[in-house]
């Protein structure tokens, strides 16, 4: 079983930053890929970044809408994944899920077993 709580959301103007932490309960979080999801009102749950439990390998995937702007990054040691949001735009604000799953990463909510309550990030124009 694997607990996540995320935090760190918040309001924003258009062009700022956030960082979003997910702690993660488990002594086996080093296994685990781990991945952000968001949803906005009335939208989808979309894909948003995720990272291989061997982060040394240097595997993280992003969906094209926040390439060059957003940055997953893990610390094994403090069971945390984060989020690093520059350059937010008004199109970002959403709810912010944070997701795991045991071995490798994959692009789909389906395929994640744990999720996180969730995070409001809004971005204001």
């Known amino acids: 079983q694997v607990h996540l709580v995320e935090s760190g959301g918040g309001l924003v103007q258009a062009g700022g930053s956030l960082r979003l932490s997910c702690a993660a309960s488990?002594?086996?979080?080093?296994?685990?890929?781990m991945a952000w999801f968001r949803q906005a009102p009335g939208k989808e749950r979309e894909f948003v970044a995720t990272i291989n439990f061997n982060w040394s390998s240097g595997t993280t995937y992003y969906a094209d809408s926040v390439k060059g702007r957003f940055t997953i990054s893990r610390d094994n040691t403090k069971n945390t994944v984060y989020l690093q949001m520059n350059s937010l735009k008004p199109e970002d604000t959403a709810v912010y899920y944070c997701a795991a799953r045991y071995g490798s990463v994959r692009y789909e909510a389906a395929q994640y077993d744990y999720w996180g309550q969730g995070t409001q990030v809004t971005v204001s124009s």
């Open positions: 488990g002594r086996t979080f080093s296994s685990y890929a």
